[in-house]
């Protein structure tokens, strides 16, 4: 009798150990086929998102989440504004003109910055004048729209001219973004002697 019930209790627990072995080997399966759907999936989000991107500070963020209406506006123009400027030295077309922008500004109109944010046309000058009070940018009329200078836009987003000098420049002593910075330099001083210079651009505020 004794033998007869061990007997049946081993062989219910070889069906069980078969179930948990089968079920083990259908997830094993499943883990396998999800890795390998999810890298596929990580290449097509690869792809829409592309090789660029933006440093922006943390702060934005947390003030666009803001429960303060005023605050999340404020901080919703002021990130706009960080990702909307210039990364680098050009001369930028606005309407029938040309404006020389430094890396770092914004060159544009209020009612284009109205449709970049989703904020009404009417409060972007009072928005605008709040951040150039608290010295987060400055304000330059040009013909045509405006120049908004991000402060802080150029330490926080790029090294500085004396961390660059620290790296290893090789035999010549220049890096090929050196390189590229003098080339684009070059290139800037040349389109401003063309179109009359930043001071003139710019009569009653001083640019540097």
């Known amino acids: 009798m004794f033998r007869k019930t061990s007997n049946l209790f081993v062989n219910r627990m070889s069906s069980v150990l078969k179930v948990f072995q089968i079920a ?3 997830l094993y ?8 759907e999810n890298k596929k999936h990580e290449r097509v989000a690869l792809e829409y998102m592309g090789h660029s991107f933006i440093k922006v500070p943390r702060v934005l963020y947390s003030r666009v989440l803001s429960l303060e209406k005023e605050e999340k506006m404020l901080a919703k123009l002021h990130l706009v504004l960080f990702i909307s400027c210039n990364f680098d030295d050009r001369v930028v077309k606005l309407g029938n ?14 009612r284009e910055l109205s449709r970049l944010s989703g904020i009404p046309f009417g409060s972007i000058s009072r928005l605008l004048e709040k951040l150039e009070k608290r010295e987060l940018v400055e304000i330059v009329r040009v013909p045509g729209g405006s120049v908004i200078r991000v ?7 790029f090294v500085s001219e004396k961390e660059y000098k620290l790296r290893d420049t090789g035999k010549n002593g220049r890096t090929n973004e050196a390189k590229l910075a003098e080339d684009a330099a070059a290139r800037l001083s040349e389109a ?10 710019y009569p009653n505020k001083n640019v540097n």
């Open 24 to 26: 083990f080997q259908m």
């Open 192 to 201: 401003e002697a063309k179109i009359g210079g930043r001071s003139k651009q």
């Open 97 to 110: 003109n040309q404006v020389i922008s430094y890396r770092g500004e914004y060159v544009g109109t209020y």
């Open 29 to 36: 399966v499943k883990v396998i086929h999800m890795r390998q």
């Open 151 to 157: 402060n802080g836009y150029d330490k926080f987003c």
